[in-house]
Every structure is written in C-alpha cells, then in structure tokens.
C-alpha cells in the first residue's frame, strides 16, 4: 500500500454527492412525469413494465448526460483543478532523482506485422524526438500462432532493431503457450522482467502516443507516488472509411466533455481500459494477478475484460487510479465497418457481461461495483431499449382497441377522457434533449476556441458534420440495439465467443457479405413497420426513425465502408478532426513508415516457404527459440512432418502442425537444407 496521503477524501465525497444527486433527481423527475400520463383508474401490468424499464433506461441517460454537462462546464471555465495533471507534486516524488526505465509493452495476437512495427517505429521517432528515448525499452509481446506471421514479426522485429541501432532497447518474444490470453501475456512480462522497470505503458497493436505524452505521463507518475495507473482518453484516428471517420469526428468533437466530467466524479477512483495507460508495476505484480473463475465460459473461466478487474484491485489495495482526461497525443484506431464494429462488440460485450459476479465480490469499493455495473448496463442497456419498444408497441395497441366509455352511472353528460399528450411528449423531449444536448454543448464550446474551429473545418463545416453524425446515429442506433440484443441473450444461453484478430483495415463490404450480416434486422424492421402501420397507424410514425434504420441496415453497411465517400466528405470538409487538419508528428512518422513497408513487400516473396529458405531469417528464428526438451514420440511425429511436407508440400500441413516444425530447431534445419539442396539441383521448391 502506499505510504504517502492519498487524494482528500472530502472532496470526492462533495463532487460524488453532487453528481449522483443530479442524475437521481432527474430520473425521478422523468418517472414522475411518465407515471403521471397513465390513468388514474390503475396502472396495468404493462404500465408497470414500463415504469421499470423507463426507470432504468433514464437512469443510464441521464448518468451519461449530467457527466457530458459538468465535462462542458468544467472546459469552459478553464478545465478541472482536481485533475491529476493540474495537482502540484506530493511528499514522496522522485522528480530530483536519476529518471526510471519505462517499459513500453505491446501484446499482440495475429496483428499485420507491417502497421505494428510502422506504429512501433512511429513512437520510437517520436520519443527519440523529446530526446528522452534511453529511458524507455520496448516489449513486442506476440500470441501469434500461424508461423507465417510468427516469423515475420521476427524479421520486422529485427529490421527495427537494425535501423535504430537499438539492439537491448527493442525487444521481441513469442509465448509457447497462449495462457490466459493478454492478462496471461502482461503478467508474465511482469514476473519475467517487470523487477527491471518501474512502469509500463501498455500499447495495443493499433495504440500510438506522442513521445512528448509518454514523458509527461512518466513524470505524473514521479510527481504522484500514491499513484498506480494514469488512463489517456485515445482519439480514433487514420481510418477513411466513411464509418470511421464519423465516428473518429464523433469522439474528437464529444469525447473530451464526456472524459472531463467522468473525471469530475472518478478523481482518484477512475478505470482501466487496457491500453494507452501508464501502470506502476510494482503494485501491479503484486495485486493484480488475475484468477479463473468457477465455472465454464461465457461466465466462467478467464476473465475477458481483464482492464476493470485489475483497477479494482488497484484501488482495493490503497492505490490511485487516474483519468487524465486533458492529456493529449493518445491515438488508437477504430474498425472500418459497422460489421467489424459489431464483431468487436460481442466479446467486449461477454467481457463486460462476465463482470456480473464481480459485483457481488467480496472486498471491493462501492465504487469499483457501480463501475462494473457501468460495464454490464453498456450492453444490457440494448436488449431493455428493444423490450420498451415493444411493450410499448404492445400498450399503443391495446389502448387502440380500448372504447372509451363516455357515461358512468347517472351521470347525464358525458365524461371526456383525459388526454396526456402533453405529459407523454414532454416526457419524449426530455429524454432527446439529454441524449443530443451533449452534441450542442461540444459546439458551444468550439464558439470559445477559435483555433479548435479552424481544425474542425469552421463553424458551418462543423455544424453540418454535426447535424449528419446525428443523422447516421441515428439510423444505426438499432441496428446495434438488435445486434447487441443477440449477443446478450447468446451469451445468457452459455455461448462463448473465440479470441480472435481484429480486422482493422479499410475494406469495402460486398452486397453478399451485407446481406448476411444484416438481413435479419432488416426483415424486422420490415416486418415491425407492417405490424405497426397495419394496427397502430399512429404508433408507427413515432416509430419511423427506428424502423427507417434497420429497414435500410444492408445499404446503410455498404455505403458507410466506402473509402471513397469517406474521403469525398474530407474533400468537403465534413467530419474533419484536428488530427487531419494538421497531423502530429507521430501520425506522419506512421504514413511514411507505412509506404516504405508497402514499397519494400512488392519486391519480396513473403511465404513460408521463403522465409525457411532465407539464411538469415531462419538463423534468426531458430537463434530466438527457447531451448526445450524434445521426448522422443514428439520427435518422431516431428520427422513424420517433415517428410509430409517434402512429399507432398507445406500446404498439407495444419497450421498447429507447422507452428510445431517452426518451434523446432533440428526439423527447420533439415527442411532449410533441403530448400537449398533443391535450388542447387534445379527443383522447384516445395
């Protein structure tokens, strides 16, 4: 635990009180409101359902609102005094001291090595540019299991090395065994070499930070011994489909007033979220080793969403845990398509769900528990948005069909029934004002900051933008509320999903591979508008916009993975972010690294089979085996390999069984002599 004073207490009590006082009485408010348009003469069983999901679902909304509000506030007037990056050093700080080594550590599964290693290099010019690079080392930490992609990480690996005479700083490692995925990765560079270093600023493949980030977030840590994790907000960057660039203009413009005001009420209680965040590895060795849980997946197991668990335990031992929300120069990269942007989702959404017994957990804060809670109401938050509507639907048509009655006993005039379309559409124009009001506050604020308007593209450009983001918000909110849905209730029916690459390159999607992904919604959007047109005429025009998105889910996915419309938009000005305006250095180290590797591959033969033939790379690989015990069964089914693949080719192989002749050293000799016993007598190489 750490000896210094940690973060006042009276202070987070204050600002929490605050908060959670704004969005109870807003949610209460909203209730009463909707409580009061149903009739006095007894609530229903359906009313009652609704009353509930109501109460959930503002409650979300409005936590999301009031954080955006205060966000908006706090930047207009200045920004947050109680941020980690605006507190002056405390008792403890090493500032005076020798500077400590950092590791940079990046675990990657089955990543292109090429915009891993450009995104490496990116980072090293950008550190070496500060003139602070001797006190970071970088770790590649690869899961990759396909030789192919093994090897060539090693190449491109080497290449670095070599070209930055960086031999001892750069290193590269490639796990036997995938254990515990990248929790299990983390914590074995923690044991294996994490006594070297007194932080790690954790990377994911597509991560990319300023040299001039890196050290601040290193000196935030020397400043603040209490410390153990500072998160950055990262900024999605470098895609130009159509899709990515809404979304990297949505979280540009939004993110900050979202990040200040989570900040505002976290302080020093903030979360994880897995990369792009500096972690003093001491206490995180020792605190944060991770259990299997009881049980198979998707419950049990390992734990998915690693990130929230560890900070937990962070805080439960006495550590801080930060949001620097003001600290910039973080990046990361979106999906290109909403398909890919919905496959990601599935196991972010099992990672969150498997929270649910965290919750109940013994030892951790009040506050640990509701940031679970946040996790799991992310996703939960769809499949109750679609059982409202359809109770909702459900209600509209019995009321339909419900004949007024005008005289109650003796009763000579009539008795008109009470209308509350007042209560009911105020309470639908609250509920929009806090869900687009966020939008308004991040234009108010570009007003004040003349220089960030020139780098959205002006003042018109900017509103446009806005107004089309919210249009294709809105259109693809229910294609995501259905997919979300299906993958709530396939993971509640005990279905897991595999750890798998991401696709993080920009693609057109075909008519076929739309179709598949999205005929579903799209006959339910049909079939929905039907039933309602048909039955409740008048329910379906307040169901318009929900229907128009899924009934138009397979052109709205194609059009919105165009690269080309995507770029046509940045030729017009619209969604642009300062980072297109005028990029920082470490986003042009990244273009120009990826052209020289896109111009060196057209002229060299990337197989398998080329790279066991190439002297150097195979000497290279098998210099870099760890030296293990063959029985000999294992060595004998080695043999059988390798003589398969001199009969009947490489391509016969599995590939765990070419993983096991690539972790070979004796079998890649034999087939490397072989490649070239071949060439020298003329044979075609296998």
Known sequence: MPAATVFPRRIRVLRRVVFFSLVVLTTVAALAMIASAFQQNGITPQELLLLFLYMLLILWVSTSFWQATIGFWLLLWGGDRQSISRL???????????????????????????????????????????????????????????PDVWLEEEVHWYRMCCDFDAHGKIFYRNREKNIARKSGNLEEFCHRWGARYRYMIVLDADSLMCGSTLTRMVDLMEAHPTVALIQSPPL??????????????????????????????????????????????????????????????????????????????????????????????????????????????????????????????????????????????????????????????????????????????????????????????????????????????????????????????????????????????????????????????????????????????????????????????????????????????????????????????IPLSMLSSSTALGLLAKRLGLFLTPEESAPPAVLSYLKDNLAQATAARRVVDDSLESKIGDPAVCSLHIALLPHRLVKRRQRHQLRALTYQVIEEGPGSLSVPEKRALAADPDSLTRLHILSWAQRGTGTASS
């Open 88 to 146: 002056p050093a405390r008792a403890g700080g090493r500032t005076d001291q020798a500077p400590p080594k950092t590791a940079l550590v990046m675990p990657i599964y089955h990543e292109d090595p090429e915009r891993v290693f450009a995104g490496l290099r990116a980072i090293y010019q950008s550190l070496r540019d500060t003139g602070r690079a001797d006190e970071f080392e970088l770790f590649v930490l690869s899961d990759s299991r396909n």
């Open 236 to 553: 999605p960057v470098n895609h130009k489909s159509l899709f990515a660039r809404i979304l990297q203009f949505a979280s540009s413009l939004y993110g900050e007033i979202f990040a200040a005001g989570a900040s505002y009420w976290q302080l020093s209680d903030s979360n994880y979220w897995g990369h792009n965040a500096i972690i003093r590895v001491k206490p995180f060795a020792e605190h944060c080793g991770l259990p299997k849980l009881p049980g198979k997946e998707p419950f049990g197991g390992e734990i998915f969403s690693h990130d929230f668990v560890e900070a937990a335990l962070l805080r439960k031992a006495g550590w801080e845990v930060w949001l620097a929300y003001d600290l910039k120069g973080s990046y990361e990269e979106l999906p290109p398509t909403l398909i890919d942007y919905a496959k990601r989702d599935r196991r972010w959404c099992q990672g969150n769900l498997q929270h649910v017994r965290m919750v109940f957990a013994r030892g951790f804060s009040p506050l640990s528990r509701l940031h679970f809670l946040m996790g799991i109401m992310s996703y939960l938050s769809s499949p109750l948005w679609f059982l409202f509507l359809l109770v909702t639907g459900f209600e509209a048509y019995v009321q339909s069909q419900t004949m007024p009655v005008y005289f109650f006993g003796d009763n000579v005039f009539p008795v008109w029934p009470e209308s509350y379309a007042v209560e009911m559409t105020t309470v639908l124009l609250v509920t929009l004002a806090m869900l687009f009001l966020p939008k308004v506050w991040s234009l108010l604020l570009l007003l004040v900051r003349s220089e960030d308007r020139k780098a959205y593209g002006g003042i018109v450009r900017i509103t446009l933008s806005v107004l089309f983001e919210s249009i294709f918000s809105v259109l693809t909110a229910p294609i995501l509320m259905l997919y979300q849905t299906n993958f709530v209730l396939a993971i509640l029916s005990r279905r897991s999903t595999a750890w798998l690459a991401q696709q993080r390159s920009d693609h057109r999607l075909s008519v076929k591979e739309a179709f598949l992904a999205h005929w579903g919604q799209t006959f339910v959007g049909i079939l929905a508008g039907y039933v309602s047109y048909r039955y409740v005429p008048s329910f379906f025009w307040w169901f318009l916009p929900v229907l128009a998105g899924l009934a138009f889910a």
